[in-house]
């Protein structure tokens, strides 16, 4: 007997179908959403400031080498980059923030080969300096270089030496930080010399060449772009550098290998990163910004009175060189044991 009420069957039938087509519909109206999110964050930007994190003091090497391109990228982009220091645990306190932060293109990190040195020193980091950033450019290639005070007796490389074997106890070298490019050149000169001296880690370059200037360290294995200023001033003696071939910023300034220890050849670089999960097209023209800057007659003055040598790479040449860098600073950090202060 009908009761004039639809089959219950057939009701049940079109509720689920009307629910398919609802959730289809859903499905697609939200996979849309954030696409065109993404596309007009894009097409716009950038749209208001851009903040650069430095995770060292100001006056730096990472901070004088990012803030000159910086500069000129905020004339292409058309918006200013503001400079953020954030100096603390070798550098990671300002990583993390940065990966951490929102990928939409307006923070992004300005880091030295410290970045992926620390993996290897410090084993419970809260980051992972590959999977959690996008590489932009690599910004420059920089010689380390062995400065004492200008009343130091050492002049030469084989005086430091010396001075160390006879004086095992009393040299102290300085750095920018824990497993920095800096402890691990002097690391690598103990080994190389068979000496002791005691590393002595700063929150960056900048306090670390106060003190080596007052006299509190008696040495250290600088950055050029931190340590020419002071060289330049006469506070500061350059004994050598660290590479394999003379710096041109310093021609008369003999090698560390050439005194001596043939096949020492340690040096430092800086580049830019972003949070990942920042839109590749974002990516692209910051790093588009960044090469077009490394190519302008100021940054590259600029950059030769540092002791810097420009690089500007894609996104994809910085990443193969992110991975092949990490390789071969392992190798280091295990040969010269060197550990978290």
Known sequence: M???LPDRSRLFCFTRQGLVCFLAAATALIGFLPLSASAQTSEGYPSKPIRMVVPYPPGGPTDLTARV???EMANTLGQSIVVDNRPGASGMIGAEQVARSDPDGYVFLANASLHVINPF???EMHFDALKDFVPITQLAAVPLVLVVPMNSPIKTVKDLADYARNNPSKLNFGSSGSASAQQLAGESFKIAANVQMQHVPYKGSAPALADLV???????????????PFIKAGKLRAVAVTTAKRAQALPDVPTVAESGYPGFDIATWYGYWAPKGTPTVIVNKLSEAAQKALAQPAVISAYANMGAEPVG????EFARYNEAEMKKWEEIVRKSGAKAD
């Open 2 to 4: 009908k009761s004039g």
């Open 69 to 71: 391109v910086a500069a």
């Open 121 to 123: 020193i410090y084993p």
């Open 313 to 316: 790479s894609t996104p994809a």
């Open 214 to 228: 007052g006299g509190q360290i008696q040495l250290m294995f600088d950055s050029m772009p931190s340590a020419m």
